[in-house]
């Protein structure tokens, strides 16, 4: 049995303490019941967290599932090692519709209407755009409920449509490589070049929260990042640390950064 509260004391440090004991309960619901608990969509930190967890049961392995098939936000299922059906992962599909000929809108006007609606962020998985609109992975027993309310994005009227897992398209991204020249490798340094703003302006956003590494809120301008690390700027996108490549005659650090578009 895994320690609960040894597990609690090393996630708290991080801040993820919550996040470690709502997991913790599935992870041991799933071990009492000899079958499958699943948890609310994740993003890749957290379900990490689900990962550390779930090694810390022999009898409970870990499944994950995001309806996309190279999604990012998943739900992670803890499942017993001596079930041997399928998890049932709870989880429908829908395809939003706009007439694109007068309204153009982003991931971050489609998670808002959602979220207007009064539903939570974690049930609701990716947001892909797709000719039409937007297919997105949501929690099944929000199909009625959404159906009914989610007619709105922004000024934009628009279609719901439930369509069958089949249906859902690659997520493909648009990427775009930076080379640039940072004086540290502190956070509010290499963002500020990778969204093309301010160091100043960039430092602002961190205070205000706006700002994530490797999906975890920033805690400081000065926090040092390191190559791999994903940073995120609300709305603005991601920016991956893709290579530190060394130090200039000038004693400045080139990076090459990758930009998500």
């Known amino acids: 049995m895994a320690d609960r509260e040894k597990i609690l004391r090393y996630f708290k440090a991080g801040g993820d ?14 071990n009492k019941s000899r079958k499958f608990r699943v948890s609310e ?39 017993a090692d001596d079930f041997y059906g399928q ?10 519709a706009w007439d694109k000929r007068y309204y153009d809108l982003s991931h971050r006007d489609i998670l808002g209407a959602f979220m207007g609606t009064g539903c939570k962020r974690e049930a609701l998985g990716d947001i892909v755009f797709v000719p039409e609109g937007a297919q997105f992975v949501v929690e099944k027993s929000l199909v009625n409920y959404l159906t009914g309310n989610l007619t709105q994005i922004g000024s934009a009227p628009v279609t719901l449509t439930e369509i069958p897992r089949e249906e859902l ?16 490798l502190r956070l509010d340094a290499v963002a500020a070049a990778g969204y093309g703003v301010s160091r100043s ?22 926090q040092p990042v390191n190559e791999g690390d994903v940073i995120s700027f609300r709305g603005r996108g991601r920016v991956e640390i893709e290579e530190i490549r060394g130090t200039t005659k000038k004693g400045r650090i080139s990076v090459t950064l990758k930009r998500y578009i």
């Open 87 to 96: 998890p049932d992962f709870g989880m429908a599909y829908f395809l939003a």
């Open 17 to 30: 303490e919550q996040l470690a004991a709502k997991l913790l309960d599935l992870a041991e619901g799933a």
């Open 41 to 79: 969509f994740l993003d890749p930190h957290a379900y990490n967290v689900a990962e550390i967890i779930a090694a810390n049961y022999e009898n409970v392995r870990l499944e994950s599932d995001g309806g996309f098939s190279n999604a990012e936000r998943v739900k992670a299922a803890f499942v």
């Open 201 to 222: 302006r960039m430092a602002d956003e961190i205070k205000s929260l706006n700002v994530k590494v490797n999906w975890k809120e920033a805690k400081k301008a000065a």
């Open 169 to 184: 398209l690659h997520k493909e991204e648009k990427v775009k490589l930076i080379n640039a020249t940072v004086a540290d």
